[in-house]
């Protein structure tokens, strides 16, 4: 199954702008997001001497994103969001926090995707996609098979996805897809836990939400065979 950007444009995400950026934010977007932005098609960001480069599919407000970069300087990540308020919540931290091994794409993860070469990533990471709970939504729901494919293509062999949902259905769906697709190996030991996330792992917004609101999140790590 091959991933076709061109018909493949269903929304998958809620709102692109929240209220908008104050003066004192939008000066630090103006200044820093150029030097951030991953222009699609051009070249991939330089890695210098860093040993790999990880992608972060709806970062959101940027919290694991921004915790990855700093924990990791010998990475890079690349973060890719159309929500405008996330994307401005990465920039100030990339800026507070000097962040040189970060680059952003501001829009749909799909046309980053469809323009990176095989291989090119060592990690991915989709912390709480958007669920899309009602069935005639399911299209718009990132983690279809060709979207799948298209993860594995663009992953190095033994590279490894990380996905976490708090909506069980989501879970049920996607593990699913992955079997179906049958070249994923999931990590987890015998008697270890899909309810625990690692120490390399922050917590997210939308993961403390779900918490909240009583429902319980499950983290999943699988490499690519
Ligand atoms: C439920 S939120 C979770 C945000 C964050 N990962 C967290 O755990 O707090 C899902 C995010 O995915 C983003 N998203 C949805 N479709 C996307 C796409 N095609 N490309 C990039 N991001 C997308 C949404 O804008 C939203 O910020």
Redesign the pocket.
Known sequence: MTFDRASNTYR?????KGRPLSPRVQAVWDETLPKLQWAIGGPLPDLGAKDELWL??????A??LLWQAEAHPDIHLLG????MN?VAKAVRGAAEANLENLSLHH????DVLAALPDNALSRIF??????WHKSRHHKRR?LRSEFIAELYRVLKPGGELRF?SDIIHYVDWTLTRLKKHGGWTFTHDVGSDWRVRGDDWPG????AKAGREGRPCHYFKFLKT
Do not use: K, M, N, Q
């Open positions: 998958t995400f809620g709102r692109a972060e599919i709806g970062f959101g407000g919290e694991h890719a969001e159309p929500f996330g829009g749909d993860v799909r989709i912390l709480f996609p958007d669920p990132l976490a997210t917004r939308y993961e």
